[in-house]
């Protein structure tokens, strides 16, 4: 389970409001979509995030408990532009963040524990359409390929927390659409939050269980940086309803693929909970 709670967040950059007063609690399993202009802070609040950088005040509480002072695994992220490495192939690049995990001095896993790696790897390189082309290089692969790379590296480390900046920005829309498929489904099977930021909002609302704009409430013609964004409108964007069935339908499609064996879900995921209608 994870929740994420924003509590009067403020972040300055010296004499610089960018971001002011933002409060926000965030259920477990939420997708939410961040949108506003450009400059407004929406890439701010996804650092902060992944504590990449910090408040200047108010506190940001993940499962209650304030939030960890550096970047950790249990938060990922995939940007715009592809953050592969590009002289690893395919599977060394998703393999790489758990050997740096598990081995901090060598960053690589030796003998069993290397096999066991790599066909977690091979299936979730599976899983995103990528099984053929393990051994190549990310300079052999289309963006849209490049991006199911990023979203395989991000999600080898099991995150709680998945942040995705502008993901499909740089996509042509035949790409963007099959990527807003894969995303959603892994979104579902993973049982992770996600929190994105998009310039689209017909992607949007496609992909959020709530969507938030924001940007700045007042202004100061004479001091354009005395004040700073906060979220300006908050949107449920699919009901409760349309969202257990979501969840109920991959559920479904999981225990079918477990039991076709075609599936690198992990035997000990947890089980969806029953269908809340008093929400
Ligand atoms: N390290 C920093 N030092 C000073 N100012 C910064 C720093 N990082 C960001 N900013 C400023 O904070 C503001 C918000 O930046 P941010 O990248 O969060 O905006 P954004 O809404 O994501 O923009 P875009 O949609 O164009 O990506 C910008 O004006 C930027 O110049």
Not at 34 to 62: A, D, H, N
Not at 206 to 227: H, K, S
């Amino acid at each position: 389970m994870t929740t994420i709670r924003f509590e009067n967040v403020w972040k300055e950059y010296d004499e610089r409001v960018v971001l002011e007063q933002v409060n926000l609690s965030l259920d477990d399993h939420e997708f939410l979509v961040i949108i506003g202009p450009s400059g407004v802070g929406k890439t701010t609040l996804l650092r902060m995030l992944l504590s990449q950088e910090q408040p200047s005040r108010g506190k940001i509480l993940i499962d209650g408990d304030p939030i960890a002072a550096e970047p950790t695994a249990d938060r990922g992220v995939v940007f715009q532009r592809y953050s592969v490495f590009p002289h690893r192939t395919v599977l060394g690049n998703v393999m790489m963040g758990p050997q740096w995990a598990g081995a901090p001095l060598l960053g690589r896993f030796f003998g069993a524990r290397r096999k066991a790696l790599e066909e977690r790897a091979m299936a979730l390189l599976a899983r995103v359409g990528l099984g053929e082309h393990a051994d190549k290089y990310p300079a052999q692969l289309s963006g849209g390929m490049q991006q199911r790379l990023a979203l395989a590296q991000a999600l080898i480390m099991k995150p709680k927390v998945l942040l995705l900046d502008e993901p499909f920005g740089a996509l042509d829309p035949g790409t963007r659409r099959s990527m807003h498929e894969l995303v959603g489904e892994l979104w579902e099977e993973n049982r992770m939050t996600i929190v994105m930021v998009t310039h689209d909002l017909p992607e949007a609302f496609l992909l959020g269980t709530r969507v938030i704009a924001v940007d700045r409430r007042r202004n100061d013609p004479q001091a354009p940086e005395r004040f700073g964004a906060t979220i300006v409108s908050d949107f449920e964007a699919k009901c409760r309803s349309v969202r257990d069935s979501r969840l109920f339908e991959a559920e479904r499609e999981r225990v079918r693929l477990t039991l076709l064996g075609t599936t690198d879900v992990p035997a000990d995921s947890p089980p969806v909970p029953a269908l809340d209608h008093s929400r």
